[in-house]
T-cell receptor, first 114, second 115 residues
Framework: DAKTTQPNSMESNEEEPVHLPCNHS???????IHWYRQLPSQGPEYVIH???SNVNNRMASLAIAEDRKSSTLILHRATLRDAAVYYC???????????????FGKGTSLLVTP | KAGVTQTPRYLIKTRGQQVTLSCSPI?????VSWYQQTPGQGLQFLFE???????NKGNFPGRFSGRQFSNSRSEMNVSTLELGDSALYLC??????????????FGPGTRLLVL
């Protein structure tokens, strides 16, 4: 599986935008980029995913570099509730029933201060 | 819709014992995956079940096993418990599609302490 690299930790002020980077220089052409986050004392939750184009949803935006070797998860206005570990995960496209396993790395621990 | 539920939420066992953890997926989800989370190793994939068959398996010893029932509920079993098995065990369910990009929905986990 292609590997991702994320900073161990980041800090942000409440109500400020947060840009969480992820490097994936060995990404293949069919790998999708997924982001999950894990709030304290909870299971992980899905945030967003994309392939080539930038993506937006109610939680965040995903900006993907033109060469796809890096991506950035953008939280437009951080709240205290966004303090969590954020995981950037690559998932290959599959048109067969080959199963589903997420390869979590260490992720980025985001601290949000008031 | 109700989310993924896991029982029990907390469990204390002693070395050498065995344990069974239960997971009920979201209604309509047919794939159930299990993960182990420890401070040292992070989140690691254990196995995945679909239609009562194990479809994927992570790199864990044979003491870790699982099964899935016809209603998609799943159980995992750990035999001959070791201190290092103390962890948060997470279950996740997903719809099965053809792109491999389905969202996984996680339960709150079962925290196992082995003494």
């Amino acid at each position: 599986d292609a590997k991702t690299t994320q900073p161990n930790s980041m800090e942000s002020n409440e109500e400020e935008p947060v840009h969480l980077p992820c490097n994936h220089s060995t990404i293949s052409g069919t790998d999708y980029i997924h982001w999950y986050r894990q709030l304290p004392s909870q299971g992980p939750e899905y945030v967003i995913h994309g392939l080539t184009s930038n993506v937006n949803n109610r939680m965040a935006s995903l900006a993907i570099a033109e060469d796809r070797k890096s991506s950035t998860l953008i939280l437009h206005r951080a709240t205290l509730r966004d303090a969590a570990v954020y995981y950037c995960i690559l998932r290959p496209y599959s048109n067969s029933n080959s199963g589903y396993a997420l390869n979590f790395g260490k992720g980025t621990s985001l601290l949000v201060t008031p | 819709k109700a989310g993924v539920t896991q029982t029990p939420r907390y469990l204390i066992k002693t070395r050498g014992q065995q344990v069974t953890l239960s997971c009920s997926p979201i209604s309509g989800h047919r794939s159930v995956s299990w993960y182990q989370q420890t401070p040292g190793q992070g989140l690691q994939f254990l196995f995945e079940y679909f239609s009562e068959t194990q479809r994927n398996k992570g790199n864990f010893p044979g003491r870790f096993s699982g099964r899935q029932f016809s209603n998609s509920r799943s159980e995992m079993n750990v035999s001959t418990l070791e201190l290092g098995d103390s962890a948060l065990y997470l279950c996740a369910s997903s719809l099965v599609g053809t792109s491999g990009q389905e969202t996984q929905y996680f339960g709150p986990g079962t925290r196992l302490l082995v003494l």
